[in-house]
Structures are given as C-alpha cells and as structure tokens.
C-alpha cells in the first residue's frame, strides 16, 4: 500500500469511504455488518489506515458499524474522519449537540479528522454565519484535541469553494473533492485544485470512479486505453489519473463489496502515474463522453442580456448538464435552492430571445422545460 506523509503522519493512499458499504437485500439504512467488518479486516491488513464516515450515510448507520468495525483495533492504528452535517440545514444550530452524538457513535473520543461537509451554494450563507457558531466550536475542538485535523467536502462552484476559503482557508488543514478525469473539466476540478494549492490545502479526494461510471467505457475507448496499458483494468486509469496529480494526499473510494477491495488495494500497490501521450488520451475520452450529452454552452453571457425573465442561463446550463449527465443525483437540485424561483428554470417563458443570439444554437428553451420537468420528478 503508498502510504504519503501529512504533517508527519503515514496516511494510505486509498482511504475506504464508509458510503456504499454492502447491505441487505437492497436497503441502505441496512448495513450487512459482517460483511462490512470483514472488508475492514481486510483493508487493515493491507494497508488501509484512513476511513471515512458521515452522520447521513447509510440513513445513519454508517458511523455505527465503521465504529464498532474499527473498534476491535488499536486507536493508534488507524485514521477515522467524520463531518457536520451541514447539507441538511436544520443542522446549522446543532454542531455541539451532533458532535458529541458522533463521538458516541463511533466510539472514540476524538476524530483524526473532521470536515465541514458539502460546501455548496445552498449551505454556504449558513456556513459563513457567525450566529450558528460552527466555525467556532470546531476550533474550539480542535484546541482541545478532539479534532486532531480540520479540513472541508465541497460539492459547489468555484466561486463558492473560494468564497469559504476567503472566511476559514487559513485554518483548513485538507480539502475533500469531487475529482476524476471527467470532472477535472467537466466541474471545473481543475480549477478547484490550483486554488487549493494557493492557499497549500492538500487534496482528498472523493467520488474517483464517478459513482462507477468510470469503471468501463465504450468500447473503443476501453481499446485506445488497453493499446497504452495492456494489463492495466479499466477502473485503475482513474486511480492512475489522480496519482498523476501532486496535491493528492488521500483517494476515498466507496467500495461496496470484497471485490471491489481487492482490485483498489492491487492498484495501490504502486504508484503509474500517466504520462502525457496517457492524459491526453484520457482526457480526451472524457470529453467524448461529455460532448455526447453535455449541451456546448461556452458562457457567452450573450443569452443573459437578451433574456426577459433575468435568467443566468449559462449557471442553468451547467446544472442541467450536470443533471443529465449523472442522470439526477443531488448536485442539482440542492444548488436550485439557493436560487430564488423567479430565477428558476420553471420560470422561463420560452420567448427564445436567448436562442437568436446563442453562438452555439443551443435550444435553450427546450433544454429548461427539461430542466425544470426533471427537477420535479
């Protein structure tokens, strides 16, 4: 197993989100606890020592059995994170009550590693609200050891990640991001990691197999792939993406079965990282697979100065691409709420001013009655 040194700590490289445990007969809040137990076995005797809960896992089961599995081990002989629950924001006035719950269910008296988790447009007014006293009792608890690191997920836009690392960067020790070869343009990944490293933040890194759509692809791209890397497997190039990325401190990957173990931790074996013939080919796969659903939307603004209603259709456009693209998901519909309704996709009148002057000839209207009938269901 890689192991890479934070702040003179042996950290393994792949890290097992607790997310997708195996559960019974297809019910998430129903853990299969042995099975589950078995897979940590598994991870600590091959070198996995970082684990990664949340409070809304598995319906709340999540941090129960991560605890009780890792329980029969030595403290010291492995790495637990946790998170705040804020994408639920009846939690905001909560953090000393939910904390010391965690602590409970984990059964620890401390977390290695602790996150403000989901960064997005919908939380970030919260997040940044002195009156919920988040920040302040999470340094309060780190000050007195119970969170050893502080760090923060996000799953908004640029310009939301910026405007929390503006308020808290100078105290984030890691930060947990949406990151694969598909994202790294397709959600502006790329970009998320430069700022990342003007502020020297670490990256982790979650969702590396894009909720398992990047392990297999067409099949002529799985051919371009095997002509670079005949032995490597399909689901290793992302993993060997992301070894190619220096900031890279921990991957998570939400493994559901033994399986899936297994191949990981043979692919952390060692480090591949790509060369450069290998990422343009990989990128370049990436961007096929975007361009055949994503609408070319380049953020010309030209359709927002000719549209009545005020929509920021480019945003729009980006969320609905995103939408289709992961074929739902929560991304969408959890940064809608921060959009007032009148600005909406549900509030488009479908005059196509927008359309006559889009470089792209982008059916804009059709694509927010889309929008807005797919938010709906």
Same mark, same amino acid.
């Given at each position: ?33 042995? @099975? ?9 005797? $091959? ?21 009780? &599995? ?11 994170? %946790? ?15 939910? +904390?010391?719950?965690?602590?409970? =269910? ?18 970030? %007014? ?13 340094? =309060?608890?780190? =000050? ?8 923060? *997920?996000?799953?908004? *836009? ?5 405007? +929390? ?17 598909? %994202? ?35 099949? &002529? ?64 796969? &990436? ?35 995103? $939408? ?13 709420? @921060? ?39």
């Amino acid at each position: 197993m890689i192991h890479k040194n934070f702040h003179g700590m042996k950290l393994s490289a792949l890290g097992m989100g607790a997310m997708r445990l195996p559960v019974v007969d297809g019910n998430d809040a129903h853990i299969d606890g042995k @099975a589950a137990m078995a897979m940590v076995d598994y991870a600590m005797q $091959h070198g996995i020592n970082y684990y990664d809960t949340a409070w809304g896992y598995h319906d709340g089961s999540s941090e129960l059995v991560i605890g009780k &599995a890792l329980g029969r081990y030595q403290r010291d002989s492995y790495f637990l994170a %946790d998170k705040f629950p804020g994408y639920d924001l009846s939690n905001m006035d909560k953090v000393e009550l939910i +904390f010391e719950r965690q602590l409970e =269910k984990c059964g620890v008296s401390y977390f290695d590693f602790y996150l403000f988790h989901n960064v997005c447009e919908m939380n970030i %007014d919260a997040y940044l609200n002195p009156k919920y006293g988040i920040f302040d009792y999470l340094t =309060k608890q780190k =000050k007195a050891g119970r969170i050893r690191h502080l760090g923060f *997920s996000v799953h908004g *836009s640029y310009d939301v990640m910026q405007r +929390f690392l503006e308020a808290y960067g100078r105290d984030m020790e890691f930060c947990q991001v949406q990151l694969n070869y598909l %994202d790294w343009g397709f959600q502006a990944a790329k970009e998320k990691v430069e700022l990342l490293k003007e502020y020297n933040i670490p990256v982790w890194v979650m969702e590396p197999l894009r909720g398992g759509k990047l392990t297999s692809l067409a099949p &002529a791209d799985e051919k371009a792939l095997k002509m670079l890397r005949p032995q490597e497997e399909i689901p290793a190039w992302a993993f060997r993406f992301l070894q190619s990325i220096p900031s890279v401190t921990v991957t998570l990957s939400g493994m559901s079965n033994m399986a899936q173990l297994e191949a990981n931790i043979r692919t952390y074996e060692e480090e591949k990282p790509l060369n450069q013939r290998e990422m343009e080919t990989l990128l370049a796969i &990436a961007e096929g697979m975007v361009k055949k659903i994503a609408l070319p939307c380049t953020a010309c603004h030209y359709c927002v100065s000719h549209c009545p209603q005020g929509l920021d259709i480019p945003s729009l456009l980006t969320l609905y691409n995103e $939408h289709c693209f992961t074929e739902g998901g929560f991304i969408a519909p959890m940064a809608m709420m @921060a959009i007032p309704e009148n600005k909406r996709p549900s509030a488009c009148i479908g005059c196509r001013s927008c359309e006559a002057v889009c470089p792209q000839q982008i059916k804009i209207a059709k694509a927010m009655k889309d929008f807005a009938q797919k938010l709906t269901v």
